[in-house]
């Protein structure tokens, strides 16, 4: 147990930090035990691809109440729709077949405390190298979603693109609150 100081968020703070990986796989041993996900197929049920923040609080599945095997969760630090989460989408499209895209971000998102330039300005000083890659920090994730969406709709490679919808998940209460499609 960490002592009552331990802050989790401060990367200097050691004592906060017990490797979990070992529990993890015990863990695992006991799922097996009652494992009855054999027969699920590849291709996700629902035809639904759902693109989100890879933030701890959100547990996709049970929050859309959606079961296993019935949609691909693609994930990333502030579920901003970048190059890679096109490309994941692509191949859910067009090799696995889904029809249907959830953009879901959220309050309190850590990509909303942070400056593109002050972070990557910080990078480079401490490691001597400025990052190629965007950030894609933003203050407001509604605004984000917003973005999100435009950039699908954009986006020449995503073939289906009628069932596009955005929500911003409130984690102090759990909602989902849906973002108007400026498109209409
Ligand atoms: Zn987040």
Redesign the pocket.
């Known amino acids: 147990m960490a002592p009552p100081t331990a802050d989790p968020s401060d990367p200097a703070d050691e004592d906060a930090f017990t490797p979990s990986t070992d529990e993890l796989v015990a863990n695992n041993a006991r799922y097996m035990e009652t494992f009855s996900d054999a027969g699920l197929g590849l291709v996700p049920r629902r035809h639904l691809a759902v693109v989100?923040?890879?933030?701890s609080r959100?547990d996709i599945f049970e929050m859309l109440g959606l079961g296993h095997g019935e949609a691909h969760i693609i994930r990333n630090?502030?579920?901003v729709v970048t190059d890679d989460v096109i490309r994941s989408l692509v191949l859910s499209q067009r090799l696995l077949r889904t029809k249907e895209i959830l953009l879901i971000?959220?309050s309190?998102?850590?990509?909303?405390k942070i400056t593109e330039d002050v972070f990557k300005a910080t990078l480079e000083a401490e490691v001597g190298i400025r990052p190629s890659w965007a950030l894609e920090s933003f203050a407001d994730?509604y605004a984000d979603v917003r973005q999100s969406m435009g950039r699908l709709h954009n986006s020449p490679f995503v073939m289906y693109k009628d069932h596009i919808r955005g929500f911003v998940y409130e984690v102090a209460n759990g909602q989902l609150v849906e973002v108007v499609d400026p498109r209409g």
């Open positions: 989100t923040c890879m933030d959100m630090a502030g579920g971000h959220h309190d998102c850590g990509m909303q994730p």
